[in-house]
């Protein structure tokens, strides 16, 4: 490793270590400055009860020294605290049941979905203005527009509760196949559009239409040549586009009943559930870091060309 990649590799790091600082800062200010708290929604609680469990949970003191106990405890211990609604579990604990979840679905979508994209938007590419390629792009257009739990629903009342075909949960296996079709038709739909313009580009590049002249054959210029080249923007997408599956499950684990870190967090926010919101913020935070970091790296391993400036 020389001196420019590794300090390119220092400023990413520094500059990922400001990102997740100025997300603990904002998310910690506004989320108390929310009006209520987590303990006003108990029933049959005296205001001498709160002061007791304000007091055991440290709610009491000032906010500017919660906030720097809280720094504290995450720099010098990854300590997130312990769950105000789900007593005697740890915020971690939480998350790391809930990630197993949600990791197996983030997994499976993305690849489904960068599979799915990469062959759609080659064969619409090569099949410029044809009908396929008008058909792949109107699907990719109508599912790139269509949030995530609109898509949800809508697989839920079609498939769930008008066909039947599913579960409407995800306590079987089976019951994940609808929200991992969820997950994945967006990233899919854009890396199919990404993945055709990327590859149209490629086409109509000079070398390729040398290799043309020379006598290749049609299928060694699209898979020799064309489709490597044309997944460069595809690889750059790739690792945000994890983290996107991952965070983005939060509504949709919400809208199937799945008990991944998606339900937990909806569930917190509704609960003032301090700890764990700031827990699952950090660590949600920390993997879309990471995973841009990681895609980074991927694009410069596909093309040799790039320079860590």
Avoid at 84 to 93: E, F, I, P, S
Avoid at 214 to 235: T, W
Avoid at 244 to 267: C, D, H, M, Q, W
Wanted: aromatic share 10%.
């Amino acid at each position: 490793m020389n001196a420019k990649t590794l300090g390119y590799f220092l400023k990413r790091i520094g500059l990922a270590i400001l990102t997740v600082w100025v997300v603990i800062t904002v998310t910690f200010f506004v989320m108390h400055a929310v009006p209520g708290g987590p303990f006003l929604a108990e029933k049959a609680v005296s205001k001498e009860v709160q002061a007791t469990l304000e007091a055991k949970y440290g709610l009491d003191k000032p906010l500017i020294v919660q906030y720097g106990t809280y720094l504290k405890d995450i720099v010098t211990k990854f300590d997130f605290g312990f769950s105000l609604k789900q007593r005697g579990r740890t915020v971690t604990g939480i998350i790391s049941d809930g990630m197993k979840t949600s990791a197996v679905l983030g997994i499976i979508a993305a690849v489904i979905a960068l599979i799915n994209g990469v062959v759609l938007g080659a064969i619409a590419s090569i099949n410029r203005n044809k009908l396929i390629d008008r058909v792949i792009m109107v699907f990719t257009t109508a599912f790139v527009s269509m949030p995530s739990f609109i898509m949800g629903t809508l697989l839920l009342l079609v498939f769930s509760e008008k066909l039947r075909w599913f579960p409407a949960n995800g306590e079987t296996w089976v019951g994940y196949i609808l929200p991992v079709v969820t997950l994945s038709l967006y990233p899919m739909s854009y890396i199919t559009r990404l993945m055709r313009s990327s590859m149209l580009d490629v086409l109509g590049q000079d070398y390729i239409r040398t290799a043309k002249a020379k006598g290749v054959s049609y299928p060694k210029i699209i898979f020799g040549h064309a489709l490597k080249n044309s997944m460069i923007p595809v690889i750059t997408y790739f690792g945000p586009m994890l983290a996107y599956i991952v965070t983005g499950s939060l509504v949709v684990e919400k809208i199937f009943n799945i008990p991944g870190i998606g339900r937990a967090f909806v569930n917190s926010i509704s609960g003032r559930d301090y700890p764990l919101i700031m827990g699952t913020t950090i660590i949600l935070a920390g993997l879309i870091v990471i995973m841009n970091l990681i895609g980074d790296i991927m694009y410069k391993v596909v093309d040799p060309r790039v320079s860590f400036d």
